[in-house]
């Protein structure tokens, strides 16, 4: 565990590096895009690898994030920073009162329940004319500004976003390392004995949908601020089913892998652009090739290197 | 301690238990005997709180638990060791017996006092079954079947339960490790512990325990102490087989 904080250390330093060795501007939205979705997908590990229940729908909970703080400063004029904490304390009631029935479900129905709730409000952003402005959506979202500072230009907005990612990713780290993260696990691998102990596994799976569901929504707002347009179509079901490939391509529970699977979905197509109309192709031969060769995710690539790199250590000793 | 009476249970259209009375007294070893299909499995899950409509009296040390949550329940006092023995099994061995304790660490401002007692309970179990000591850090699913009967009875010490219910602790195991188990209750038990134990090995289960109860098809057929029903034509015949009249 001592190991997985030195991680975080580094991998923050690399991260506050990242905007000084990136050639261009179009990189650097890339790499807000992935934080962004980091942020998600960290919340969708929580649900998808520890509490082990399958949302099909989080594009939902990030795009309702996205819309109410654009709705609240573009219609009603809110301060920005008012208006991302009325939109996550929306997300979060919208999760629990969606959540006590819908966790109910196991499975397969589960995940068409969750899917069906991700449809619904596809349909309404696009129908709610007045509100959303439909298919066209709504722009001149203003810049997040908090006291005064505003996040005006890409590299604060990379800070910002990046530092909340290593922040939220710290307190995952805290939660799994104690009771809570216990709990979880036992949950995940026999709920009835899980419950035979005490835990209130129900209370619990609906913590972790209601925490997933949060992040979203805080994922969307810092979308809509740092794009200042949005539209529905980032937020259908195909967002929602490429979340949970993010997070499986990764390696579900555990707490490396939607980082590494998100930032591998968000970079491998930019890769791929030089292979033209055939990116497509490619990026589904990548992914079946992964989910054959490494069925607990890319991280598990990284344990083998640490592992074989500590063995020749302490071989050359 | 633990009185239930006239308790009715089924799942669906179909009726398991029908009218079962049932008592435990404080310091017993009270075992419930009886074929595959009888309600023994059944009834410990109502006591529990893991079953919808039930139907008669479950008291708890003079409290009602009939309609509780689980959760309550084992607040109060009650832990099960499930059939399966319902280990974690990715999970250590320390882990595992660390969420036996999951209630009582529940909530903020833990005293060291607290903190002190969870660990001295850890101890105990250690003392019981050293074994597991040697295998902290071992995931549970890599143990043998007696050594994982051990970290789940161990598990359920860890809440500091009153009332202990075992579901057939003595299934797939060797004889050799049926004895220590079954050693290891009395032990428990003479520490203050409470026990109800479902078995189908009746035979070891009557010399364990103090008094005994014989269930089938849902109703209780038989009661008695150990020695009465070691004894009872009929439970000779149908439980104990011709093993037990040869010795």
């Not at chain 1, 969606?98 to 349909?123: C, D, N, Q, S, W």
């Amino acid at each position: 565990m001592k190991r997985q904080y030195q991680f975080l250390i580094a991998i923050s330093i690399l991260l506050f590096l990242v905007p000084w060795m990136l050639p261009n501007r179009y990189l650097l939205n890339i790499a807000v895009l992935i934080g962004i979705y980091s942020l998600i997908t960290i919340g969708l590990n929580l649900l998808l690898g520890y509490a082990g229940q399958i949302s099909m729908g989080h594009a939902a909970f990030y795009g309702i994030g996205a819309y109410t703080v654009s709705i609240l400063t573009i219609h009603f004029k809110w301060d920005t920073f008012t208006a991302l904490c009325g939109s996550l304390l929306l997300v979060g009631i919208i999760a629990w009162i969606i959540g006590k029935p819908i966790l109910r479900l196991k499975g397969h129905y589960l995940a068409m329940a969750t899917l069906g709730f991700g449809l619904i409000v596809e349909i309404l952003l696009n129908e709610m004319m007045e509100l959303t402005g439909g298919p066209q959506g709504l722009s001149n979202i203003p810049k997040l500004s908090i006291l005064g500072f505003s996040f005006s230009d890409d590299f604060r907005i990379y800070f910002l976003i990046w530092g909340l990612v290593m922040l939220v990713q710290w307190m995952m780290m805290n939660m799994m390392r104690g009771k809570m993260g216990r709990a979880f696990l036992a949950v995940h691998s026999n709920e009835l004995a899980a419950e035979t102990l005490g835990i209130n596994t129900s209370a619990l799976k609906q913590a972790a949908f209601v925490i997933s569901a949060v992040l979203a929504g805080l994922a969307g707002a810092f979308y809509a601020y740092s794009l200042n347009y949005i539209s529905p179509e980032p937020f259908a079901f195909n967002f929602s089913i490429m979340l949970v490939t993010m997070v499986v391509i990764g390696g579900m529970g555990n707490l490396w892998g939607p980082l590494i699977g998100t930032a591998l979905l968000g970079i491998i197509p930019e890769l791929l652009r030089g292979f033209k109309n055939f990116d497509i192709a490619f990026y589904g031969l990548l992914l079946i090739l992964i989910v054959i060769y490494m069925p607990k995710g890319v991280v598990s690539l990284l344990y083998w290197a640490v592992d074989k790199v500590s063995k020749a250590v302490k071989g050359g000793q | 301690m633990l009185e239930i009476g006239n308790l009715n249970a089924g799942y669906g259209q179909v009726e398991v238990l029908k009218g079962i009375d049932l008592e435990v007294r404080e310091g017993e070893i009270v075992t419930l005997i009886g074929p595959n299909g009888a309600g023994k499995t059944t009834l410990l899950l109502g006591i529990m709180g893991f079953l919808n409509g039930l139907r008669g009296k479950i008291l708890f040390r003079g409290q009602d638990i009939l309609h509780a949550e689980t959760e309550a329940i084992v607040g109060m006092g009650i832990s099960m060791v499930p059939e399966d023995r319902g280990l974690f099994g990715p999970l250590s061995v320390s882990e595992n017996l660390m969420l036996g304790a999951y209630l009582r660490l529940q909530g903020k401002g833990k005293s060291k006092e607290d903190k002190a007692k969870i660990q001295a309970d850890l101890e105990e179990v250690f003392n019981l079954f050293p074994i597991l000591k040697s295998r902290l850090k071992q995931p549970v699913g890599t143990l043998s079947g007696g050594q994982q009967q051990m970290v789940a009875i161990g598990r359920a010490f860890m809440s500091k339960p009153r009332l202990l219910l075992l579901d057939e602790p003595s299934l797939g195991l060797a004889p050799l490790v049926i004895k220590e188990i079954f050693k290891a209750v009395t032990v428990l038990n003479q520490n203050g512990v409470t026990v109800l134990l479902v078995e189908q090995n009746a035979n070891l289960a009557l010399k364990l325990a103090h008094r005994g109860y014989v269930i089938e098809n849902g109703r209780i057929v038989l009661t008695g102490t150990s020695a009465e029903l070691l004894n009872h034509q009929e439970v000779k015949q149908a439980y104990l087989g011709k093993s037990h009249e040869a010795g």
